[in-house]
T-cell receptor, first 112, second 113 residues
């Protein structure tokens, strides 16, 4: 069963706008990770935020984590057409090394 | 460092056949995880190998198996293929410390006819 659930399922914006994706999860976590997948390809790791962190930045990406609400958000600022992809949140399954539990993803479309 | 590589990239098989997929992890990584991705079920964990031992297994039938070699390269095998096995199979490597970032290969797209 999926641990993380992204919202919205799909998002369409214009270049230059900001894109915000949300993720909710069910159980306690050590960290939460965000990945990007371009159409039908492998996943690329974007950012990892630990359970004792509330916010993390990487370039145009900003991730927040609220463990009390079991939720995280990914903000992409000043989006570009090249950001068009699916974005997934993932959490390591406790006691099961190498096992990341993924949400169903948000499909982001950035129009030039 | 070279990234994770997977071969073959595309594969077409018929029901009842078996298939072997290969994954070469990033140099120095000892953990390899395998995932199946389908439109309906999303990304699902198959199993994870570390130092030639399967440490964890997802909820898949015994037709799905794998192994890891001493150089950390891994293979997964699916026997008696079913139509529902059509999917993108992704492998990911990591140091194996647990819960850390995984680095994914480009995937093998399997189509079962």
């Amino acid at each position: 069963s999926q641990q993380g659930e992204e919202d919205p399922q799909a998002l369409s914006i214009q270049e230059g706008e900001n894109a915000t994706m949300n993720c909710s999860y069910k159980t306690s976590i050590n960290n939460l990770q965000w990945y990007r997948q371009n159409s039908g390809r492998g996943l690329v790791h974007l950012i990892l935020i630990r359970s004792n962190e509330r916010e993390k930045h990487s370039g145009r990406l900003r991730v927040t984590l609220d463990t009390s609400k079991k939720s995280s958000s990914l903000l992409i600022t000043a989006s570009r057409a090249a950001d068009t992809a699916s974005y997934f949140c993932a959490t390591p399954m406790m006691g099961s090394q190498g096992n990341l539990i993924f949400g169903k993803g948000t499909k982001l479309s950035v129009k030039p | 460092k070279a990234g994770v590589t997977q071969t073959p990239r595309y594969l077409i098989k018929t029901r009842g056949q078996q298939v072997t997929l290969s994954c070469s992890p990033i140099s120095g990584h000892r953990s390899v995880s395998w995932y199946q991705q389908t439109p309906g079920q999303g990304l699902q964990f198959l199993f994870e190998y570390f130092s030639e031992t399967q440490r964890n297994k997802g909820n898949f039938p015994g037709r799905f198996s794998g192994r890891q070699f001493s150089n950390s390269r891994s293979e997964m095998n699916v026997s008696t293929l079913e139509l529902g096995d059509s999917a993108l199979y992704l492998c990911a490597s990591s140091t194996g410390q647990g819960g850390e970032t995984q680095y994914f290969g480009p995937g093998t797209r399997l189509l079962v006819l």
